[in-house]
């Protein structure tokens, strides 16, 4: 009898693992749901769900057009899921707490991106020269861009923006790209 005992309590525990490890999944997930529209101005939030399949950010380049500043998310792999929002504060909460967001700006998004590897492949890229772009940046609408956190498959980044004005986020391919326009 003793036995069945010990077997029923690693019987437990692999079933509350089991459940938890679910839970786990699926609250992740949770986290960006599909929502906003995609190629639509908006100042409201926007997430895409796209799988688990991980991927990883080569580079990040700003660009100013005509009506309009643009951030650009290059991947390889398969589309992160993400979600892209305007901030409330000057202050930005991750796993680590509260803290005071330090780039050039008026109003602040977070670009949250999920199912980053946090290994050695995207530490070199990170390490390249041109990955992010440095500095106050010399647009109307986008001033700065800033990694936030890199922590167990999320890579946030803030940007620092001259006003809250709408923005729009489409999905490009060839290469894989997430696109952030705001309007001047």
């Not at 036995?3 to 949770?30: E, Q, W």
């Not at 199912?115 to 992010?132: A, M, S, T, Y």
Request: hydrophobic share 40%; proline share 5%.
């Amino acid at each position: 009898m003793p036995d069945l005992g010990r077997n029923m309590s690693t019987f437990t525990r692999l079933l509350i693992a089991l459940v938890l490890s679910g839970f786990l999944v699926s609250s992740a997930a949770a986290q960006f749901p599909n929502s906003g529209k995609l190629n639509a101005w908006t100042t409201r939030p926007v997430s895409r769900r796209h799988g688990a399949e991980a991927t990883y950010v080569q580079k990040i380049r700003v660009g100013r057009h005509q009506a309009f500043d643009r951030v650009v998310f290059e991947f390889s792999g398969s589309m992160p899921n993400y979600r892209v929002e305007y901030l409330n504060s000057r202050f930005y909460e991750d796993e680590g707490g509260r803290h005071r967001i330090r780039i050039a700006g008026k109003a602040f998004m977070q670009v949250a991106l999920s199912v980053i590897p946090g290994d050695e492949e995207q530490l070199k890229l990170r390490d390249q020269k041109d990955f992010i772009p440095k500095g106050r940046l010399k647009l109307p609408s986008v001033w700065e861009v800033d990694e936030a956190t890199w922590f167990e498959g999320y890579y946030d980044f803030l940007l620092g923006i001259g006003a809250r004005k709408p923005f729009r986020v489409s999905e490009l391919s060839d290469p894989l790209r997430l696109v952030i326009d705001f309007k001047h």
